[in-house]
Structures are given as structure tokens and as C-alpha cells.
């Protein structure tokens, strides 16, 4: 059964930087549209993050816009995103969700999408 894992997450303050990883098992990134949604306690899921495996194209929440930088390794069938100056509004579970397409207009949220477990990121002030 195809998965997503994700690594990364952790505990820093507020200013500081993590990158978390996201890799596939049992399928691949090609041709994928790959994002980052986190959820903070009480709150919805929302978008930060994506990015077409195949053109490259990227896109960010205007909360992160400057801060974050989503990317990939071909080599390594991984995405990546680095977080940098990280706020304590920034606190979640972040999750990866993969989907196939032609392109990356939209989440990848469809009927396709696949799911990955989550990994917690803290940011005390």
C-alpha cells in the first residue's frame, strides 16, 4: 500500500528553523503534485505549501510567503520544506499529501490524494 513519511518536525523558538522531508513508498513523485497542509489545535487544515514535481512550479500561503521554501530532490524522490524564521503561530501537525496531475493549479486535494501521517512542529516564543 503506497504511503507518505514524514521527518523533521520538532521543537524550536520562535526564529528559528526546521525542514521537513517527505519521501513516498510504493509510488513516486513524478509528474505529482506535492504539498504541505498543517493543523493547529481547534483550527482547519490549511495549505502552506506545493509544488509540481515535474515543471517545478511552487506556490505559498501568503502566511508563509518569505519564509518558507518548498523543493525537491528527483535524485532522492523527496520534498522538502525548509521553514525558516518560524513564529509561534506557526505550531501544527504538518502533513504531506501527494497527487497525481498534470499540473499543480489547486491543492492536491482530489478523490486521488494521498496522505501522509503527520509530524508535529512546535514554536514556543
Known amino acids: 500500500q503506497a504511503v507518505l513519511e514524514e521527518s523533521g518536525g520538532g521543537s524550536v523558538h520562535a526564529g528559528g528553523s526546521l525542514r521537513l522531508s517527505c519521501s513516498p513508498s510504493y509510488v513516486t513523485f513524478v509528474n505529482t503534485c506535492v504539498g504541505w497542509f498543517r493543523q493547529a489545535p481547534g483550527k482547519e487544515r490549511e495549505g502552506v505549501a506545493r509544488?509540481?514535481?515535474?515543471?517545478?512550479?511552487?506556490y505559498y500561503a501568503d502566511s508563509v510567503k518569505g519564509r518558507f521554501i518548498i523543493s525537491q530532490d528527483r535524485t532522492k524522490d523527496a520534498v522538502y520544506l525548509q521553514m525558516n524564521g518560524l513564529k509561534p503561530e506557526d505550531t501544527g501537525m504538518y502533513y504531506c499529501?501527494?497527487?497525481?496531475?498534470?499540473?499543480?493549479?489547486?491543492?492536491?486535494?482530489?478523490?486521488?490524494?494521498?496522505w501522509g501521517q503527520g509530524t508535529q512542529v512546535t514554536v514556543s516564543s
Open positions: 509544488i509540481w514535481t515535474l515543471g517545478g512550479h511552487t
Open positions: 499529501v501527494a497527487e497525481p496531475r498534470t499540473s499543480c493549479v489547486g491543492w492536491p486535494t482530489g478523490i486521488d490524494a494521498l
